[in-house]
């Protein structure tokens, strides 16, 4: 069965860093594209990167471009979000599926997510 787990979130300051991590199980992730999104308090859920599986193109939101970076390890089957320079609008519940990367379509159900807070 196809899964994806999601971890890495935290508490940290403004101008901290993270790396979520998104564990593939069932599946070689290598094989598809897999994005990251995240939903806010009262807002809806948005993509913020993706990485494709063909080249390894990678694609970022506007608000993230410069300060996050998509990345895999196929020997490890996970895909890493590292983000730097964290804002305090970065704050949200973190998740990973397989996705269109041009499209931000998604093709697997949501999981837990991991939660990432950024405040002072």
């Known amino acids: 069965q196809e899964q994806l787990v999601e971890s890495g979130g935290g508490l940290v300051q403004p101008g901290g860093s993270l790396r979520l991590s998104c564990a593939a199980s069932?599946?070689?992730?290598?094989?598809?594209?897999i994005g990251w999104f995240r939903q806010a308090p009262g807002k809806e859920r948005e993509g913020v990167s993706c990485i494709s599986s063909s080249d390894g193109d990678t694609y970022y939101a506007e608000s993230v471009k410069g300060r996050f970076t998509i990345s895999r390890d196929n020997g490890k089957n996970t895909v890493y979000l590292q983000m730097n320079n964290l804002r305090p609008e970065t704050t949200a519940v973190y998740y990973c599926?397989?996705?269109?990367?041009?499209?931000?379509?998604?093709?697997?159900?949501w999981g837990q997510g991991t939660q990432v807070t950024v405040s002072s």
């Open positions: 599926a397989i996705a269109g990367c041009r499209t931000w379509v998604t093709f697997t159900p």
């Open positions: 069932g599946f070689t992730s290598d094989f598809y594209g």
